[in-house]
């Protein structure tokens, strides 16, 4: 079993930065592809980025390439996602999740952060 819990978020002006933390159990994180997800009110949850088990390869909705970096330490058992140049339109509940295998099938989830973006 793996829990994961986030950390970081809160209220920032647009054009503003955050660190959003992920910190996981378990003694086999560092096999996981590691992601964000983000669900705004009254709309579905979507993705946001995620880093291949060795941490050199990244992927990232294009709503957010340029602005945001996900990032692991397979040591601390942490994900980051800095989130830079923030909008109006990334507010919403960010949740860490963990795949075992693929991508295509996230296994493990996390209760979820709160951002909010300032106008």
């Known amino acids: 079993q793996v829990q994961l819990v986030e950390s970081g978020g809160g209220l920032v002006q647009a054009g503003g930065s955050l660190r959003l933390s992920c910190a996981a159990s378990?003694?086999?994180?560092?096999?996981?592809?590691m992601g964000w997800f983000r669900q705004a009110p009254g709309k579905e949850r979507e993705f946001v980025a995620a880093i291949k088990w060795s941490g050199d390869t990244t992927y990232y909705a294009d709503s957010v390439k340029g602005r945001f970096t996900i990032s692991r330490d397979n040591a601390k058992n942490t994900v980051y996602l800095q989130m830079n140049s923030l909008k109006p339109e990334d507010t919403a509940v960010y949740y860490c999740?963990?795949?075992?295998?693929?991508?295509?099938?996230?296994?493990?989830w996390g209760q979820g952060t709160q951002v909010t973006v300032s106008s």
């Open positions: 378990g003694r086999t994180f560092s096999s996981y592809y």
């Open positions: 999740a963990a795949a075992i295998a693929t991508m295509r099938e996230w296994d493990y």
